[in-house]
């Protein structure tokens, strides 16, 4: 009884088995080397059926479908050979780092578009890592080595370190600032931080967020080809702010290309803008201010986010940018 037990709460070893007798690595290691050694070939997908779902779980669908999709539409180049089960892995462990709770595997796959016995065998090899963790109700929430890689990939980029300085004095304007990152059609945003909030509350704080929704986003979306967004958006029913499809959005992108920075209505409401810029060369990331900005500050706003942009990559600017008093700020860049 006690051995039925502990194989209900301690995850199974998956069918192959890394070397026990070689020395063991840490966690991020053990990934790596699972993720190179993974050359299973394509499993055939089961009929997708659709479900209802309650209110509260539209938000978690969404971004699992998005990252199981945008897993499929790859932006490589077509002759690339990606590896499929190393993408499913990718997707899987994405959406079970967005998923607010533990999920069960059966819940998982609905939400992916995969077979559950493929997502059963993934996140057991996952478990078996480190980088998932089973709870006693036989779910599946982030285990330790998943925060690991998070905090080593921060800690060797340098992003948040060198970021923090200028963000911060990007506050004095009295607006949200914000730095995020583009994950396909989503942006995942690093720094969110709303007037008034203080800065260890700004790290983390906002999971995935469309990313044509946001200014940050669509500086960034701006970034790509033509091609690539038209790939990316290729299985989307509805893109988000663009009901009548592809086309106003290429638009809307272009208009961001020869302006260098993109001004996006957030609330039409109460008049919220975010302007946004690329950082880096290529660019990695983008940062913007978010509320209610008169267009007139417009240029002074793009300065000094081209000001902050350079010293986060670490390009020295000598234009002295003047403080305009904005007044108000946005939620949601």
């Given at each position: 009884?006690?051995?039925?037990?502990?194989?209900?709460?301690?995850?199974?070893?998956?069918?192959?088995?890394?070397?026990?007798?070689?020395?063991?690595?840490?966690?991020?290691?053990?990934?790596?080397s699972?993720?190179?050694?993974?050359?299973?070939?394509?499993?055939?997908r089961?009929?997708?059926k659709?479900?209802?779902?309650?209110?509260?779980?539209?938000?978690?669908?969404?971004?699992?479908?998005?990252?199981?999709?945008?897993?499929?539409?790859?932006?490589?180049?077509?002759?690339?050979?990606?590896?499929?089960?190393?993408?499913?892995?990718?997707?899987?462990?994405?959406?079970?780092?967005?998923?607010?709770?533990?999920?069960?595997t059966?819940?998982?796959?609905?939400?992916?578009?995969?077979?559950?016995?493929?997502?059963?065998?993934?996140?057991?090899?996952?478990?078996?890592?480190?980088?998932?963790?089973?709870?006693?109700?036989?779910?599946?929430?982030?285990g330790?080595?998943?925060?690991?890689?998070?905090?080593?990939?921060?800690?060797?980029?340098g992003?948040?370190?060198?970021?923090?300085?200028?963000?911060?004095?990007?506050?004095?304007?009295?607006?949200?600032?914000?730095?995020?990152?583009?994950?396909?059609?989503?942006?995942?945003?690093?720094?969110?931080?709303?007037?008034?909030?203080?800065?260890?509350?700004a790290?983390?704080?906002i999971?995935?967020?469309?990313?044509t929704?946001?200014?940050?986003g669509?500086?960034?979306?701006?970034?790509?080809?033509?091609?690539?967004?038209?790939?990316?958006?290729?299985?989307?029913?509805?893109?988000?702010?663009?009901?009548?499809?592809?086309?106003?959005?290429?638009?809307?992108?272009?208009?961001?290309?020869?302006?260098?920075?993109?001004?996006?209505?957030?609330?039409?409401?109460?008049?919220?803008?975010?302007i946004?810029?690329?950082?880096?060369?290529?660019?990695?990331?983008a940062?913007?201010?978010?509320?209610?900005?008169?267009?007139?500050?417009?240029?002074?706003?793009?300065?000094?986010?081209?000001?902050?942009?350079a010293?986060?990559?670490?390009?020295?600017?000598?234009?002295?940018?003047?403080?305009?008093?904005?007044p108000?700020?946005?939620?949601?860049?």
């Open positions: 009884m006690a051995r039925l037990d502990a194989d209900r709460v301690l995850p199974r070893p998956p069918r192959s088995q890394p070397n026990l007798n070689q020395p063991r690595c840490a966690p991020s290691c053990s990934l790596i699972w993720l190179h050694s993974s050359e299973r070939g394509r499993e055939r089961g009929n997708r659709s479900h209802p779902l309650l209110a509260d779980q539209q938000l978690s669908l969404y971004r699992a479908r998005a990252l199981s999709r945008a897993a499929r539409a790859m932006l490589a180049k077509p002759n690339a050979q990606p590896n499929q089960s190393l993408i499913d892995g990718i997707a899987t462990l994405q959406a079970l780092a967005t998923s607010t709770e533990p999920v069960g059966r819940e998982l796959a609905r939400r992916l578009g995969f077979e559950v016995t493929r997502v059963n065998r993934l996140l057991r090899t996952l478990a078996y890592l480190g980088i998932a963790r089973q709870t006693a109700d036989r779910k599946y929430t982030s330790p080595g998943m925060h690991v890689l998070a905090a080593q990939s921060l800690f060797a980029s992003l948040i370190r060198r970021a923090l300085p200028p963000l911060n004095q990007l506050r004095r304007f009295g607006l949200t600032v914000a730095l995020g990152v583009l994950w396909r059609d989503n942006v995942s945003y690093l720094f969110h931080a709303p007037q008034g909030t203080d800065v260890s509350e790290l983390g704080r999971g995935l967020y469309p990313a929704r946001g200014g940050i669509m500086a960034l979306l701006a970034l790509l080809p033509d091609e690539d967004v038209r790939r990316l958006y290729a299985d989307v029913t509805e893109i988000p702010r663009f009901p009548q499809g592809i086309q106003p959005l290429l638009m809307e992108l272009r208009e961001i290309r020869a302006k260098g920075y993109a001004r996006v209505l957030v609330d039409p409401q109460q008049n919220y803008h975010t946004a810029v690329p950082v880096g060369d290529p660019a990695h990331s940062i913007g201010v978010s509320g209610w900005i008169p267009k007139a500050n417009t240029k002074t706003i793009v300065g000094a986010l081209h000001a902050a942009a010293q986060i990559d670490g390009v020295a600017l000598e234009d002295h940018v003047d403080q305009v008093p904005v108000d700020q946005r939620e949601a860049i």
